[in-house]
């Protein structure tokens, strides 16, 4: 590193301490942040990061209506469609990220977010949380992380039917779910929920990360929300088991 750049970064470190935060943007709004995930707060900043994933999450919401982030993290998504309007629920079992993204919600949408901190599942009880990154507080930790990593935490979890009836949740509007893998034990869990409600729902998945036994009752799930949504691309099998693609699938 130059001279001129080790004394470029020894100042952005000083400035952000007197601020106590980071200034960045997400979709177009100004925020202030948490300055632990520098790195990924520029990328938002010059609308590096999932652009077609905040053009969607514009599309549907507006002001009023509900949304649920399932896999929160630090809260680009939640901050972003509390900013258009959207009554906001979240989730992020990860403990680190979520003191980030306490921080994060009430610099920038104060009191219009209701944040939990806790997996969603298809169980109860309390589950190994680890990260598929370097450590907890990257994006991307994971109830289906290898065992032996040197970070881990135990950490809440509750299946959707458990989480509906005591958490008192809203019908959401529209729901974005981005859980690592966790998808393919949430998303049958779901199912029952989803037919009755039927909301406009954006959904990472993450194929590799999910254990062989349970592949299958993923396979099955995204037909049932094929059949369900009959309007929405398909995705074939190979791009799903390749890559981590987001499927939309939407009311009309």
């Not at 065992?147 to 959401?172: C, I, K, Q, Y």
């Not at 995204?222 to 693609?245: A, D, N, T, W």
Request: aromatic share 10%.
């Amino acid at each position: 590193m130059s001279l001129l750049r080790k004394l470029r970064a020894h100042a952005d470190t000083a400035l952000m301490r007197w601020r106590g935060c980071q200034i960045s943007s997400i979709g177009g709004f100004p925020v202030r942040v948490h300055p632990s995930d520098r790195s990924f707060w520029v990328d938002t900043y010059f609308r590096c990061w999932e652009e077609e994933t905040l053009a969607w999450i514009r599309s549907h919401v507006r002001p009023g209506i509900q949304f649920g982030d399932i896999g929160a993290w630090v809260g680009p998504t939640s901050i972003f469609a509390a900013k258009l309007g959207a009554k906001v629920t979240c989730f992020e079992p990860d403990p680190v990220a979520y003191e980030r993204l306490l921080f994060n919600l009430r610099t920038n949408v104060p009191g219009r977010v209701a944040p939990f901190n806790l997996a969603l599942g298809a169980v109860d009880g309390i589950r190994r949380l680890a990260p598929l990154a370097k450590e907890l507080g990257q994006s991307g930790s994971s109830l289906y992380a290898p065992e032996g990593h040197d970070e881990s935490a135990r950490v809440l979890a509750l299946s959707w039917t458990s989480a509906v009836r005591f958490l008192d949740l809203p019908v959401f509007d529209v729901m974005k779910i981005d859980i690592e893998g966790g998808e393919a034990e949430l998303l049958p869990e779901m199912m029952p929920w989803l037919r009755e409600h039927r909301p406009h729902l954006l959904l990472g998945i993450h194929w590799s990360f999910i254990p062989a036994e349970r592949r299958p009752g993923l396979s099955e799930a995204l037909e049932q929300l094929y059949e369900l949504y009959p309007l929405s691309l398909r995705v074939q099998p190979s791009e799903i088991e390749k890559g981590f693609p987001s499927l939309v699938f939407c009311r009309e």
